[in-house]
């Protein structure tokens, strides 16, 4: 149990377009989800926080307008990168979770921005 | 505020031999405690998780861990590593919001 995807995998677009990655909890109803990016060899970076039917909570630094989330329903969860460029090109994690319990992540979406 | 700290950036060892990576961590209070672990480009999978109750932890893939309040430990040890545990290990707390550690990089030789 407990199985997070993500979809897609990885994604190359053009800069200036948007691109929307889902998060999916396959097998729970996750009350709260969570947005990460990674740089290479270094640890994950909360992005932002989001519960079912209510605004994300998004870091400090974190562009709010830039890196929409959406979380419509207890099992799905979307960030969009909007007019993404180079600099956003990144690994982008999520993780779901029951209550505050343990989080389970997905298996992650490697975005390339030419 | 909940910190982690990974001492270890990177650890090599030899197949057989036995692992030990080292996490301390900084919390206010009771912590909810956790090792995950990343393949190259993929997500991250639960090795396994302290609440309370037993302060040594059994997980999956033959880890273990151990809590110890007194030295604000959960180091994570494996007896005997395969090719397969190399990957990158993350150390986790708190509660509903995690703060990770740096991360420890395990090389695996033959």
């Known amino acids: 149990g407990a199985v997070v995807s993500q979809h897609p995998s990885r994604v190359i677009c053009k800069s200036g377009t948007s691109v929307k990655i889902e998060c999916r909890s396959l097998d729970f109803q996750a009350t709260t989800m969570f947005w990460y990016r990674q740089f290479p060899k270094q640890s994950l970076m909360l992005m932002a926080t989001?519960?079912?039917?209510?605004?994300?909570?998004?870091e400090q630094g974190v562009e709010k307008d830039k890196f929409l989330i959406n979380h419509a329903s207890l099992t799905l969860s979307t960030l969009t990168v909007t007019s993404a460029h180079p600099e956003d090109s990144s690994f982008y994690i999520c993780?779901?979770?029951?209550?505050?319990?343990?989080?389970?992540f997905g298996p992650g979406t490697r975005l390339l921005v030419l | 505020a909940q910190s982690v700290t990974q001492p270890d950036i990177h650890i090599t060892v030899s197949e057989g031999a036995s692992l030990e990576l080292r996490c301390n961590y900084s919390y206010g209070a009771t912590p909810y405690l956790f090792w995950y672990v990343q393949s190259p480009g993929q997500g991250l999978q639960l090795l396994l998780k302290?609440?309370?109750?037993?302060?040594l932890v059994q997980g999956i893939k033959g880890f273990e861990a151990e809590f110890k309040r007194s030295q604000s430990s959960f180091n994570l040890r494996k007896p005997s590593v395969h090719w397969s545990d190399a990957a990158e290990y993350f150390c986790?707390?708190?509660?509903?919001?995690?703060?990770f550690g740096a991360g420890t990089t395990v090389t695996v030789r033959a």
């Open positions: 302290y609440f309370s109750g037993d302060t």
């Open positions: 989001s519960n079912e039917g209510s605004k994300a909570t998004y």
């Open positions: 986790a707390v708190g509660t509903g919001e995690l703060s």
């Open positions: 993780s779901a979770s029951r209550q505050e319990e343990t989080q389970y």
